[in-house]
């Protein structure tokens, strides 16, 4: 397709991609004339990845594609090898931890579920990472990664099965699944799980989104841990998008506070100051909550307003992470990073070396991002059924689906069940690959 509008970015990215997408080739529907409420009515309760949802509510993404947006911010990654201390390093991770959860926000598009079989791939020399995923699992739907510093620094790995759970006003996305980053250099390995993600407002009103739940973070050479909490916002706003928490050592010792919001910046400052501010803060909570008595306990419909849109910043502390502003045509684009918006990018040279069952190549999702919406949604049908009837003819044939990068076994940190990366993706020598498209 012509690029319209692409400004000639300088960097130079995957696959020797002279340029970086800045934009897509068409702007998005408006989503108005759907009612979600017709579709979800007959759901409450249920598990959401058994429902067919309608094309016009998703993204032009794979959710293999939407889970590489992890990698945006990898300079953290790279800044916590650098480090020597274990308690720096340990700040570097929890604002990479953070930093990978911050395209959530206003991300209300429902990705593509990735169909069995289907990967992904990314390259970034400018980044230095290289990243490949597979969704490994239909029912339950598992999509798994692996990413490697493109100069053997780290990698990062995990599988994630976003449990979504439908309650009515809200949708809930519980990512259920272990992320694992090793420091090469310091034979290190952190390991954690994301916090839990929901989308208000499905039936009336504008869609907001919230994430909340403790994310542990735990040094397994050190036995150090990070322990963070994302806030649930409240009913008066006041506790929206915020993070904080401690980095411990292994007797439970608080070592630093960090506190900040996952869609702006985490800073890290000395225990003692945090807490001496925490007790202010709720004083003066309090002689304000007396001179007004307030009873209503209702989650909040509209999007409540953040206090200031900016986190305090207490004396002393020490910026560790700054998300990088969305683009100015954002809104009209899915309110997509420019990261995000160069992750369906294809030209001839990728599409010699890509698998055939690489998301690019995936015929709903490039029909939606060139805003052919009819095209799409007929295309989603034809998959999705080309899909159940693979299923159907497996199934009497009595042969198991075999993943192709990934296999399942113990996390060698955590002992718990995971999907682990078998190698050879990158020898780019694909033969026997399923037909999925």
Same mark, same amino acid.
């Given at each position: 397709?012509?690029?319209?509008?692409?400004?000639?970015?300088?960097?130079?990215?995957?696959?020797?991609?002279?340029?970086?997408?800045?934009?897509?080739?068409?702007?998005?529907?408006?989503?108005?004339?759907?009612?979600?409420?017709?579709?979800?009515?007959?759901?409450?309760?249920?598990?959401?990845?058994?429902?067919?949802?309608?094309?016009?509510?998703?993204?032009?993404?794979?959710?293999?594609?939407?889970?590489?947006?992890?990698?945006?911010?990898?300079?953290?990654?790279?800044?916590?090898?650098s480090l020597s201390s274990t308690t720096e390093r340990m700040?570097?991770?929890?604002?990479?931890?953070?930093?990978?959860?911050?395209?959530?926000?206003?991300?209300?598009?429902?990705?593509?579920?990735?169909?069995?079989?289907?990967?992904?791939?990314?390259?970034?020399?400018?980044?230095?990472?290289?990243?490949?995923?597979?969704?490994?699992?239909?029912?339950?739907?598992?999509?798994?990664?692996?990413?490697?510093?493109?100069?053997?620094?780290?990698?990062?790995h995990g599988s994630i099965y976003p449990k979504l759970k439908?309650?009515?006003?809200?949708?809930?996305?519980?990512?259920?699944?272990?992320?694992?980053?090793?420091?090469?250099?310091?034979?290190?390995?952190?390991?954690?799980?994301?916090?839990?993600?929901?989308?208000?407002?499905?039936?009336?009103?504008?869609?907001?989104?919230?994430?909340?739940?403790?994310?542990?973070?735990?040094?397994?050479?050190?036995?150090?841990?990070?322990?963070?909490?994302?806030?649930? *916002?409240? &009913?008066?706003?006041?506790?929206?998008?915020?993070?904080? =928490?401690? !980095?411990?050592?292994? +007797?439970?010792? @608080?070592?630093?506070?960090?506190?900040?919001?996952?869609?702006?910046?985490?800073?890290?400052?000395?225990?003692?100051?945090?807490?001496?501010?925490?007790?202010?803060?709720?004083?003066?909570?309090?002689?304000?909550?007396?001179?007004?008595?307030?009873?209503?306990?209702?989650?909040?419909?509209?999007?409540?307003?953040?206090?200031?849109?900016?986190?305090?910043?207490?004396?002393?502390?020490?910026?560790?992470?700054?998300?990088?502003?969305?683009?100015?045509?954002?809104?009209?684009?899915?309110?997509?990073?420019?990261?995000?918006?160069?992750?369906?990018?294809?030209?001839?040279?990728?599409?010699?070396?890509?698998?055939?069952?690489? *998301?690019? &190549?995936?015929?709903?999702?490039?029909?939606?991002?060139? =805003?052919? !919406?009819?095209?799409? +949604?007929?295309? @989603?049908?034809?998959?999705?059924?080309?899909?159940?009837?693979?299923?159907?003819?497996?199934?009497?044939?009595?042969?198991?689906?075999?993943?192709?990068?990934?296999?399942?076994?113990?996390?060698?940190?955590?002992?718990?069940?995971?999907?682990?990366?078998?190698?050879?993706?990158?020898?780019?020598?694909?033969?026997?690959?399923?037909?999925?498209?």
């Amino acid at each position: 397709y012509q690029k319209s509008g692409v400004e000639e970015a300088a960097t130079a990215c995957s696959h020797s991609l002279k340029k970086i997408l800045t934009s897509l080739p068409s702007p998005m529907f408006s989503r108005n004339d759907f009612s979600i409420w017709s579709i979800l009515r007959k759901c409450i309760g249920m598990e959401l990845s058994k429902i067919t949802m309608p094309v016009i509510f998703n993204e032009p993404l794979s959710f293999l594609q939407r889970l590489t947006e992890y990698m945006e911010h990898t300079y953290l990654i790279h800044k916590a090898s650098s480090l020597s201390s274990t308690t720096e390093r340990m700040q570097c991770v929890a604002a990479f931890a953070v930093s990978a959860v911050a395209s959530q926000w206003e991300r209300t598009g429902k990705p593509f579920n990735p169909l069995l079989g289907e990967t992904y791939e990314l390259i970034r020399d400018d980044l230095g990472f290289r990243l490949l995923s597979e969704q490994v699992s239909h029912h339950p739907p598992i999509s798994a990664f692996y990413a490697e510093g493109l100069n053997n620094d780290f990698v990062f790995h995990g599988s994630i099965y976003p449990k979504l759970k439908f309650w009515g006003k809200s949708v809930e996305a519980e990512p259920k699944g272990t992320m694992t980053l090793e420091l090469l250099e310091h034979s290190e390995a952190y390991t954690w799980t994301n916090p839990t993600c929901c989308v208000h407002n499905i039936i009336v009103g504008k869609l907001w989104i919230e994430q909340y739940g403790n994310v542990e973070i735990t040094n397994h050479k050190t036995g150090e841990k990070c322990v963070l909490s994302f806030k649930p *916002c409240g &009913l008066f706003g006041k506790e929206l998008h915020k993070v904080e =928490g401690y !980095i411990q050592d292994k +007797s439970k010792k @608080k070592l630093c506070a960090l506190y900040g919001k996952w869609t702006e910046c985490l800073y890290s400052v000395d225990p003692a100051t945090f807490e001496a501010y925490k007790k202010n803060d709720k004083k003066s909570a309090e002689e304000k909550k007396s001179s007004k008595q307030m009873g209503n306990t209702e989650e909040p419909d509209e999007m409540p307003l953040p206090d200031s849109e900016s986190v305090y910043v207490i004396p002393g502390s020490i910026l560790l992470w700054k998300i990088t502003p969305r683009p100015p045509n954002s809104a009209q684009m899915y309110n997509f990073t420019s990261f995000a918006m160069a992750l369906n990018e294809l030209d001839k040279e990728m599409e010699s070396v890509i698998p055939k069952t690489d *998301c690019r &190549l995936r015929p709903d999702i490039r029909a939606m991002e060139n =805003g052919e !919406i009819d095209l799409a +949604s007929e295309e @989603k049908k034809r998959l999705e059924e080309k899909q159940r009837t693979a299923r159907k003819n497996r199934s009497k044939s009595e042969e198991d689906w075999k993943t192709r990068w990934f296999h399942q076994g113990p996390n060698p940190y955590t002992g718990t069940q995971d999907w682990l990366y078998s190698g050879n993706y990158w020898d780019r020598n694909y033969f026997n690959l399923p037909d999925i498209y």
